[in-house]
């Protein structure tokens, strides 16, 4: 892949050096610009537009030659605002477990296999109605070392940049009757049962795709806390 920084725009700004304005013949630089290289995280990040999120990058079953282990299925639905209209242009970022529970990152080494067809990461932009799909592997539940016999339920990360710093949201999705529930302190820890309810999704026999893929309905409200409003993963 290839980054360009668009220099183009910069056309849009003032030149340093504009003599009306006395105090830039000061400040202005007197001699030629060295141009420095951008480091790659200066061009990819943070991602708001839409220019590096490419089709496929919802798809987290083929990111590699093989198809990864695991029961195959959809999550999607609809990001939507306090007045309840949908939300389009909001960047959503994924990342999970492999169907075994195990992440690849350096701190995950609990004993459970990686998969080499799983990378467990993925995005997309919602349409113009708000809506959003994903397709992925159910990720497994994962011993956390947070107390004696702690499991995780099974739950992708989200991450949801809406169009203003009031819609940005850092959560997680669960998935419906997990056994898990009632032992998790951070699920629990959103206080109430019906803003924690918020967060499971919906088994969706519509969406299910016959000899493919269960599907899950999953709704985001984007707000500022108000009642309905999706919660964050950690209340105070
Ligand atoms: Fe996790």
Request: aromatic share 10%.
């Amino acid at each position: 892949m290839t980054f360009l920084y668009p220099t183009a725009s910069n056309a849009a700004h003032p030149k340093p050096l504009s003599p009306d304005y006395k105090s830039s013949v000061k400040r202005a630089p007197q001699k030629p610009l060295i141009a420095m290289r951008h480091t790659l995280s200066e061009l990819t990040g943070p991602v708001y537009g839409h220019e590096t999120v490419r089709a496929g990058d919802n798809d987290l079953t083929t990111q590699h030659q093989g198809e990864p282990l695991g029961e195959r299925i959809i999550v999607h639905g609809h990001v939507l605002d306090e007045d309840g209209r949908g939300v389009p242009n909001a960047l959503l970022e994924i990342w999970q477990a492999n169907a075994c529970g195990r992440y690849i990152h350096v701190r995950d080494q609990h004993p459970a296999p990686l998969d080499p067809n799983f990378t467990g990461a993925g995005r997309c932009l919602t349409d113009g109605e708000g809506r959003y799909r994903f397709v992925t592997v159910k990720p497994g539940p994962y011993p956390w070392g947070n107390h004696e016999n702690a499991w995780r339920p099974a739950h992708i990360h989200f991450s949801v940049f809406g169009r203003l710093f009031t819609q940005r949201l850092v959560t997680q999705m669960y998935f419906p009757g997990d056994p898990l529930f009632p032992y998790d302190p951070i699920f629990n820890a959103i206080r109430d049962p019906a803003s924690r309810a918020l967060l499971v999704s919906r088994f969706d026999i519509d969406e299910t795709r016959p000899e493919w893929a269960l599907a899950y309905e999953w709704n985001i409200v984007l707000g500022r806390g108000g009642r309905g409003t999706t919660p964050f993963e950690e209340t105070r």
